[in-house]
């Protein structure tokens, strides 16, 4: 039951990449707003580095 859960987990988190992209795009640079781009970036590459089972994202990825 854990596998399958954990399969899951990984399997929405490997195709939330493209949507937060596209949050990214709408909110930050449609709409002028730094903030909403910061943010969105940072929970992109917090994804990422989740997923390469890394613990913590430093700017320089």
Do not use: K
Not at 27 to 38: K, M, T
Not at 52 to 58: K, L, Q
Request: charged letters at 10%; hydrophobic letters at 55%; glycine letters at 6%.
């Amino acid at each position: 039951m854990l596998a399958v859960a954990a399969m899951t987990v990984a399997t929405l988190m490997s195709v939330a990449g493209p949507w937060v992209i596209g949050h990214a795009v709408d909110a930050g640079l449609e709409h002028a707003d730094p903030a909403a781009l910061r943010f969105w970036t940072l929970t992109f590459w917090r994804r990422r580095a989740w997923l390469n089972g890394s613990s913590t994202v430093s700017a320089s990825t």
